[in-house]
Structures are given as structure tokens and as C-alpha cells.
């Protein structure tokens, strides 16, 4: 039997558990960086696979799978945490923990990279090299968990030649999976704005200095930081989520605060375009009399699928899954923190399906009714097993 066909076949035996495992996950959901459970779970199976995963970043894990003596190795990469989301599924598996959701999808995510995992110790004879599991925290959150695996290591010792990582898609069908070369998804800054004002009654508005009213100036003078200064050739997000004014209908508030998030797929715009907010949003602020205290978290920089890497692992795919099912997937404005890995070794990032419009499973990411269609766990663990074996070989 060939390398491909075994790993199709521990692939399909392997389905129902790895299906318990993304259940069992799912219901016990933690948040970025409180992944506790989740990873002695994680570590447990990998020590029953015969695998030693070294514990890193408080809640991440990294384990090295050995084949044969070779000088390759490769990369794969899994995130582990969940939302503050409270799920509205009515499943047998769903979230115990009220207010906190797999709603992304890591759940999966971290299933599937087991059973990849499983699949690949029961085949250590059958390539050379070594493949290096990274199961990882707080993708979530800034500054995302790779930042700190990085920080702590998890690219070294050994150095991978490249590392993959695989995110459900509920916009593409189940059995078929994505990919995209070059620029893929943005970088992500959180913006925090505090318009300071003088509170006083809404009947005497000459007697106070009204935030409400800066806060609103602001919030549409900003969007011409888009539309007049970033290139029409270049796709930038500005967008303002949050606005909270404790007044009343009669009281005018001391302050006003904001929050939003900036989008770019540029590094040097990146920088000139937060730039221009903050010296912005303060101006505005001081010319109407108030104050404007301007906090942005640095989130992750822009993700890009290394061409050539890219091109090789779809031609696994193609090979595992049928041409028919490969499909090309589009640049977005969404943010990943894979993003960090791809500026130290060359990445890519691919979609695999899960959507299932009979099965009524067409929630997108981020919403309390998000899931998937299980058949995409079928798919999932061995494709990521055949693509790393073809890696190893390149």
C-alpha cells in the first residue's frame, strides 16, 4: 500500500475519535492564555502516541515526531483557545462554560492536528525528517500566543524549513480546502480612544464641554485617515465597534470612550496610518476643547503564504483530495497571529471546508451559532499528515 492510501486509511479508522476529541473540547472550552485543561488534554494524547510534548509559553506545547534520519524538518501549528461567546447551539456537545465558545474553530483545529499527530507516529519508518507539532495559546488575544511560542522557542531547536497552519472555512464546502499565495490576510491594531470633556446638564450645554460631540467629530474625520490618505490600491480597514457615553438623556459625560480596529496589509502604511489617527483623533479633541487620550495595542502584522510552499503543499492536496477540490480562496481583511510565524520561516496558511448548507451548518466564525459539518475531520488530519510527508520529501 502506498504512503498515501495508509494515511488515508488511519485517516478514516481515526474519525470518530478524533471526533470525541473536538467534542470534548468543544465543551470545555478556555480563553486566551487559560488553556490549561485544554493542554494537559493536548499532552496526554500526544504521550499516548509514544510522543514527548515540552510544555512552553504557561499553556502551549510543542512535540517532535522523528521519521528516519534526514536533515528536513517541518512545521505544523494548531491554536487552542476559545471566545467570550455564549454558544446558542442546542448540541449535545456544547460549551459547559456559559459565556465562553469555541466559535472559531480551534477546537478543530487542535483535533485535527492530534489525529494528524496520530497518524504520523504510526508512520515514522515511512519518511525522513521530523515533524514539530505547535500547539499554541492565545490566538485570540493580543499580543497573540505566537509571538510568546516564538519568543520561547518553538522555531528552534530544530528550525523548521517551514511550518503550515490549517483554519476551518464555513464559506467553503465541506471536502474541499483553499489555499491562496502571497499576501493573505492584515495586520490588526486595537485603537482605544478617551475623549475627556466637562459633564453638566443637557438643558445648559454652553456650561459643559461635550464629548459626545467630539467623540462623533472624531469618529467621521477618521475615516478620511482611508478614504484621502491610504492608496486606493491598497485594502485598509478603519472601523469603530464601540462607543460608550455614560450620560443620560439630560446629562452631558465627563468622557466618552471608543474602540476600534485597524486593518492594513502593509507595514510601512501600518505605521503612518496609526500615525495619522492618533495625531488626528488629539487635534480634533483639543480644537473643540476637550482632551482625546489615544491607546492602541499593537496587534499581529500581515500574513503572507509563501509562494513556493504554497504552490507545493495545494499539489499534495490535489493529489490527496482531487483537483476538483482544491479551490482558490480570496485576500481578507481578517487577522490571524500565524501571521508572526510567517516572517521568521516560510508559511502557509490554507481553509478547510466545513460547511454544510443541508445540514443547515452556515454560521460564520465569531457567532454564537457557529459549527461545522464533522465530515470535514475525515479530511482534516490526514491531509495535514500527506502534506507534511510530501514537505519532508521536497
Known amino acids: 500500500m502506498s504512503v498515501l492510501n ?4 488511519l485517516s478514516a479508522s481515526l474519525h470518530p475519535e478524533v471526533v470525541e476529541w473536538r467534542r470534548h473540547l468543544h465543551a470545555n472550552p478556555e480563553l486566551s492564555y487559560q488553556e490549561f ?8 494524547k500526544l504521550k499516548s502516541f509514544g510522543l514527548e510534548p515540552v510544555a512552553m509559553a504557561n499553556t502551549g506545547l510543542v512535540a517532535l515526531i522523528q521519521g528516519k534520519p534526514g536533515k528536513n524538518t517541518i512545521a505544523l501549528r494548531a491554536d487552542m483557545d476559545a471566545l467570550p461567546i455564549d454558544e446558542k447551539n442546542n448540541v449535545p456537545y456544547k460549551s459547559t462554560k456559559r459565556g465562553v465558545m469555541h466559535a472559531c474553530g480551534h477546537d478543530v483545529h487542535t483535533a485535527s492536528l492530534l489525529g ?34 516564538i519568543k520561547e522557542g518553538a522555531l528552534q531547536n530544530p528550525t523548521p524549513a517551514s511550518i503550515i497552519g490549517q483554519h476551518v472555512m464555513p464559506l467553503v464546502p465541506v471536502g474541499k480546502v483553499g489555499f491562496r499565495e502571497g499576501m493573505y490576510m492584515a495586520s490588526s491594531d486595537e485603537i482605544y480612544l478617551k475623549v475627556i470633556g466637562k459633564g453638566g446638564h443637557g438643558a ?15 469618529i467621521i474625520a477618521l475615516q478620511q485617515v482611508i478614504s484621502r490618505n491610504a492608496s486606493p ?18 446629562i452631558i459625560p465627563n468622557e466618552v470612550n471608543i474602540a476600534g480596529t485597524f486593518r492594513a496589509l502593509n507595514e510601512q502604511w501600518r505605521k503612518e496610518g496609526l500615525e495619522k489617527i492618533e495625531k488626528m483623533a488629539k487635534g480634533i479633541a483639543e480644537s473643540m476643547g476637550g482632551m482625546c487620550e489615544v491607546n492602541i495595542s499593537h496587534g499581529y502584522p ?10 507545493r503543499i495545494r499539489q499534495a492536496a490535489e493529489a490527496y483530495v482531487g483537483k476538483e477540490n482544491v479551490v482558490d480562496i480570496d485576500l481578507t481583511l481578517g487577522s490571524e497571529d500565524f501571521a508572526y510565524y510567517s516572517h521568521v520561516v516560510p508559511a502557509s496558511f490554507y481553509r478547510l471546508g466545513t460547511r454544510n448548507e443541508a445540514k443547515g451548518l452556515t454560521a460564520y466564525v465569531h457567532s454564537p451559532t457557529f459549527d461545522i459539518d464533522e465530515d470535514a475531520l475525515k479530511l482534516g488530519p490526514g491531509l495535514m499528515a500527506w502534506m507534511a510527508l510530501a514537505e519532508l520529501s521536497n
Do not use: C, W
Request: proline share 7%.
Open 6 to 9: 495508509k494515511i488515508k486509511s
Open 37 to 44: 485543561n485544554t493542554a494537559a488534554f493536548v499532552a496526554a
Open 116 to 149: 494528524t499527530a496520530k497518524i504520523l507516529s504510526q508512520l515514522t519508518q515511512e519518511f525522513e525528517g521530523t515533524v514539530k507539532l505547535i500547539f499554541q495559546p492565545g490566538e485570540e488575544k493580543n499580543p497573540g500566543g505566537a509571538s510568546y511560542m
Open 204 to 218: 445648559a450645554p454652553e456650561l459643559a464641554i461635550d464629548p459626545v460631540v467630539i467623540a462623533s467629530h472624531i
Open 233 to 250: 490600491k491598497q485594502p485598509t480597514v478603519l472601523t469603530f465597534g464601540r462607543i460608550v457615553g455614560e450620560g443620560a438623556t439630560n
Open 302 to 311: 500581515y500574513l503572507e503564504n509563501n509562494p513556493e510552499l504554497t504552490r
